[in-house]
Nanobody
Framework: VQLQASGGGFVQAGGSLRLSCAAS????????MGWYRQTPGKQRELVAT???????NYADSVKGRFTISRDNAKNTVYLQMNSLKAEDTAVYYC???????????????WGQGTQVTVSS
């Protein structure tokens, strides 16, 4: 089982980026999916989550600027980031709660992280 994140990069303040994270492997079911971020010396923090039914939750700092979505047919979660600010600079990690092997055996899995750098 693997979560592969992509889409990070360097952008100027006010710009946009779109992150993608695809889950692959012997997955029986994908429950919640989400994005988190971390900067050096700080704890990883929640950015946004989306349930299997499409309900979303956002950190206050990104509300109105970021949009999380998912494509269940592709086992992929996206994070559209608009109006980026310097303080959004971080390594972004995707996560998913997956049922592997048994529909009752669910665990959290993490992607490898993708760097987002916003210059002011």
């Amino acid at each position: 089982v693997q979560l592969q994140a992509s889409g990070g990069g360097f952008v100027q303040a006010g710009g946009s980026l779109r992150l993608s994270c695809a889950a692959s492997g012997s997955i029986l079911r994908i429950n919640g999916m989400g994005w988190y971020r971390q900067t050096p010396g700080k704890q990883r923090e929640l950015v946004a989550t989306i349930s299997s039914g499409g309900s979303t939750n956002y950190a206050d700092s990104v509300k109105g600027r970021f949009t999380i979505s998912r494509d269940n047919a592709k086992n992929t979660v996206y994070l559209q980031m608009n109006s980026l600010k310097a303080e959004d600079t971080a390594v972004y990690y995707c996560a998913a709660n997956l049922a592997v092997g048994s529909i009752l055996n669910t665990n959290d899995y993490w992607g490898q992280g993708t760097q987002v750098t916003v210059s002011s």
